[in-house]
């Protein structure tokens, strides 16, 4: 936290579902590089975010709308850290989303929501598996 009590915290919201990897948000790749933690609702988006980011990072939560205690709840012990929310498809299909946006802002001071618009991340067409 700052000199002022502000957590100085970031989350990034990306759209995970079916697409073309060309599709594929330049800064999406970089923006899971840096997260400290990607909360998940999906099980389908949870598989397609093992391919680009460590699986101890990836934390499921139960669902989008009650999402807001659990990752209020990591920004309090993690303050200063940048979290990604990973929903499926496009962040602007989620009317919950915005619900979940403007709690969280409230419940961590100091608190930068941004999105990534549209499906942003998808499940890479090849594998270097041999089968």
């Known amino acids: ?4 009590g502000r957590n100085n915290a970031v989350l990034v919201v ?8 060309e599709s594929l948000a330049p800064e999406a790749a970089d923006v899971l590089a840096a997260a400290d933690v990607v909360f998940v609702p999906a099980v389908p988006a949870e598989s397609t975010l093992f391919f680009y980011t460590e699986a ?3 934390e499921r939560i ?6 807001v205690p659990v ?5 309090r012990l993690s303050p200063g850290s940048t979290a990604v929310l990973a929903v499926p498809g496009d962040p602007a299909d989620h009317p919950a989303f915005t619900a979940v946006a403007d ?3 409230v419940a961590v001071p100091g608190l930068t929501v941004r ?15 041999p089968w």
């Open 71 to 75: 990752i209020e709840d990591w920004f």
């Open 14 to 21: 990306l759209g995970v579902g079916p697409g073309e990897p």
């Open 103 to 105: 709690g969280l802002r």
């Open 1 to 4: 936290m700052t000199g002022d």
């Open 62 to 67: 139960t669902d989008l709308a009650g999402s």
């Open 56 to 58: 101890w990072r990836v």
């Open 115 to 129: 999105t990534v618009p549209g499906v942003s991340i998808v499940p890479p067409r090849l594998t270097p598996l």
